[in-house]
């Protein structure tokens, strides 16, 4: 990183103001419908039935989530194995929205599991079950959230390391706390990278994966969405939109902590963006002509609409956009364009998981009911809540000497790489 | 399409398991019950007069309701198309034939794969195709993600979302109590016109083409069931055409055959996987060294 930015916990705003008061009370909402929903069961909470067992808590909080949080480890492949060093600063905040991404990801699904007690299955060797693809996406994720949750450790060493001071009764821990992080930081600034390197196999494995699911269900899936390379198109599009997603957060978080936007980092590797998305579109395209579906995508059906949409507007809108050297240098155009990325890969991924899915005996068409809605909404607000909370107090964000406020803890700067 | 489907299914596979560096072999050994011994049950819409005896034996059996026996002789419920749901784990329908525009009824209920795409699924193993030839459901391992409703090319699992605390997967069980007792199903054990025979997959395959040879004019010519889907523990045999009927038209392929292809050649020993590490790890050492040259490079300049 760049030896004036540091990532420094951001003190200049306080955590309350009228915005986060209002997405505090939808958060809030939301976990009202939670509650509901443990209560009264999926029956009460959702639309769902035997014709639709999946709805927009697996569409949606599932698995678009898991594609945005996808950020972090292309992020981490670019600064720390592909070593662009001056990517650096990008990559705490990235790290920060996977580990929040897929934490939620999980609270999102344990709403979904009918038996969510019993999530910790799949570990016991005895129930492993190899033939299945949701065992593999679920195993992968378990890891890869503890690899990221190992990765973080360091930032949290770096803030507290030497200053542990709990109130109270708690003090006698300070100490022990205190040389338990002194021992992670030091043990992992060794071995970090394995866990780096281990983090993008893993997400290679599930993001791929995810995109395997509906492939067991050949007489459901409408034949846009049906491909047998689905795995390979999932993977490609959740890497396309890892930089649009740090783009997309970077200049949010800019505008809200009131920092000068990282504009030269940001259109820099947005470069990247219209190559990860064209050899995407490219691979489309070619499934599109060898199954011979081209007729579908212009029949002017609901679906071949939606697949237009999710096309042309996100996928083919910023390609076009972003390899415009002018749009890639405005704060507008970079973020026009990322939000369409983001758009894009994520109603394909609500294409596959619903609009796609066709049962064999439909009663009424599934939409989400007022639970499920409140419950999707609510867990983004709370994400949101907890990323300003993280980096109002723990240093994630880089921020140039002359906008740092006077917080003490400034001063610990660890060499990275 | 001048593609067969089996050649793009599988020049696909392997382009999927090739993007993460697998090397591709599908496993044969991942079904390794013999199913022509397994049991089976032979549906014969023909001969089936829809009493609607075998949905109460079925009730009874499993105690999903205590509803009378009478009340099933209700025809009524015939104007409305049912599934199986949690409730009731075979319902009886009535359809027309087109060709002789005369009603017959069909009974349907879990098939019970030979190659189960619903135990494919399952991300616990909770549903398994035993020896007997039942897929069997094992409700204490469930997590109850519905990935097998999902799965199911026949449409069968049915949940039980009412219940707030332990939901279970419903499905017809092939009486597996019975079985292991060497009884029949109570279905079968009811019916009182032979529409339901009880044995093996063999015996079963030779009875309706025994049937069909005997009587050509009642049936068509087609056991539905014997290689759908690569084979099913019930069967059926209709009097026009399985499209006119509710069971839908399948391929003989395995559903669960593409994605495990996938997940075994992503998989296979864990070899891809680690290469892409060690891949990784290689790039990420070489580079750094070229980074560090570079910089003494500089220094020394
Ligand atoms: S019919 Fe469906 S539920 Fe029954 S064994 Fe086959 S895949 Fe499983
Ligand atoms: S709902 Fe239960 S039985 Fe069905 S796939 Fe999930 S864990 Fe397996
Ligand atoms: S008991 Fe036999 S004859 Fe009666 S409806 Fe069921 S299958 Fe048909």
């Known amino acids: 990183m760049s030896a004036h930015e540091v990532p420094t916990p951001i003190t200049r705003v306080p955590f309350f103001t009228k915005g986060t008061m209002i997405v505090a009370a939808i958060a809030g909402l939301g976990i009202l419908a939670y509650i509901y929903r443990l209560i009264y069961g999926i029956g009460a909470a959702t639309n769902l039935d035997d014709q639709y067992p999946w709805g927009i808590w697996i569409a949606i909080d599932v698995a678009s989530g898991v594609a945005l949080a996808a950020g972090g480890f292309t992020t981490a492949a670019l600064a720390d194995i592909f070593h662009k060093e001056r990517y650096h600063v990008i990559v705490r905040p990235a790290l920060l929205t996977a580990m929040l991404g897929y934490t939620f990801v999980v609270i999102g699904l344990l709403a979904d599991l009918g038996r969510y007690y019993n999530v910790w299955h799949p570990m016991l060797p005895s129930m492993w079950q190899g033939n299945s693809v949701l065992f593999e996406v679920g195993m992968c994720v378990m890891v890869y959230l503890t690899v990221l949750y190992i990765e973080f450790l360091p930032i949290v060493a770096e803030r507290f390391g030497g200053r542990v001071s709990l109130p109270g009764p708690l003090r006698v821990f300070n100490k022990l706390i205190d040389s338990w992080l002194t021992i992670c930081h030091k043990f992992l600034g060794r071995f970090i990278s394995l866990f780096i390197i281990a983090g993008v196999v893993l997400s290679c494995l599930h993001q791929s994966s995810l995109g395997t699911l509906m492939v067991i269900a050949p007489t459901k899936m409408h034949a846009l969405w049906y491909s047998p390379i689905s795995p390979l198109m999932f993977l490609m599009s959740a890497i396309a939109v890892g930089f649009p997603m740090v783009i997309f957060e970077s200049l949010i978080a800019s505008r809200s902590f009131k920092l000068k936007p990282e504009t030269k980092i940001l259109s820099s590797i947005a470069t990247y963006t219209p190559v990860l998305l064209g050899a995407y579109l490219a691979v489309k395209i070619g499934d599109i002509t060898l199954r011979e579906v081209w007729p579908l995508v212009f029949d002017g059906s609901y679906e071949s609409i939606m697949f237009n949409i999710e096309i042309l507007l996100g996928v083919v809108a910023p390609i076009v956009l972003l390899s415009q050297r002018k749009i890639r240098n405005s704060v507008a155009g970079l973020f026009t364009s990322a939000s369409l990325v983001i758009f894009g890969v994520a109603f394909n991924r609500i294409n596959v998981f619903l609009t796609a899915y066709t049962p064999l005996y439909p009663g009424k068409p599934y939409f989400p009911s007022i639970f499920e809605i409140m419950v999707t909404v609510g867990l983004i607000c709370a994400l949101v809540l907890v990323y300003r909370f993280i980096v109002l107090n723990l240093p994630v964000i880089a921020v140039p000497p002359s906008e740092r406020g006077t917080d003490k803890a400034t001063i610990s700067t660890v060499k990275t790489a | ?301």
């Not at chain 2, 014969?44 to 007069?49: A, G, N, P, S, Y």
């Not at chain 2, 049915?158 to 332990?166: D, G, R, V």
């Not at chain 2, 032979?194 to 049937?211: C, H, S, V």
Request: aromatic share 8%; net charge neutral.
């Open chain 2, 1 to 301: 399409m001048s593609f067969t489907r089996r050649d793009l299914f599988k020049m696909a596979a392997v382009g999927a398991a090739a993007s993460v560096g697998g090397n591709l072999q599908a496993s044969d050994d991942a079904y390794p019950i013999d199913c022509s011994q397994t049991y089976g049950v032979l549906v014969d819409t023909v001969v089936c007069i829809g009493c609607r005896k075998c949905e109460w034996a079925c009730n009874n059996e499993h105690k999903l309701s205590t509803t009378d026996l009478k009340t099933f002789e209700d025809k009524s419920v015939f104007q409305q198309h049912r599934r199986p749901v949690d409730n009731a784990y075979t319902v009886v329908n009535e359809f027309k034939n087109p060709e002789t525009a005369k009603p017959y009824t069909i009974k349907v209920q879990c098939m019970h794969c030979n190659q189960p795409a619903c135990a494919s699924a399952c991300i616990v193993g909770a549903l398994k195709k035993n020896r007997l030839g039942s897929v069997d459901y094992d409700a204490w391992k469930c997590i109850g993600c519905r990935y097998c409703m999902v799965a199911c090319p026949f449409q069968v699992p049915a949940y039980e979302y009412n219940e707030a605390l332990k939901p279970r997967v419903m499905k017809c069980t092939f009486c597996l109590d019975r079985l292991e007792e060497g009884r029949k199903p109570a279905c079968v054990g009811i019916c009182p016109n032979e529409a339901l025979t009880f044995g093996t997959r063999e015996q079963l395959i030779d009875l309706a083409k025994e049937r069909i040879k005997a009587k050509p004019e009642l049936y068509f010519n087609h056991v539905y069931g014997e290689k759908e889907v690569g084979g099913t523990s019930w069967m059926y045999l209709a009097s026009t055409d399985f499209i006119n009927t509710e069971l839908p038209k399948l391929t003989n392929d395995p559903i669960p055959h593409t994605t495990e292809t996938i997940q075994h050649g992503i998989f296979k020993s864990f070899v891809p996987p680690l290469a892409l590490y060690g891949l990784l790890g290689l790039i990420m050492h070489s580079l750094r060294e070229n980074k560090e040259d570079k910089e003494s490079d500089d220094e020394r300049s």
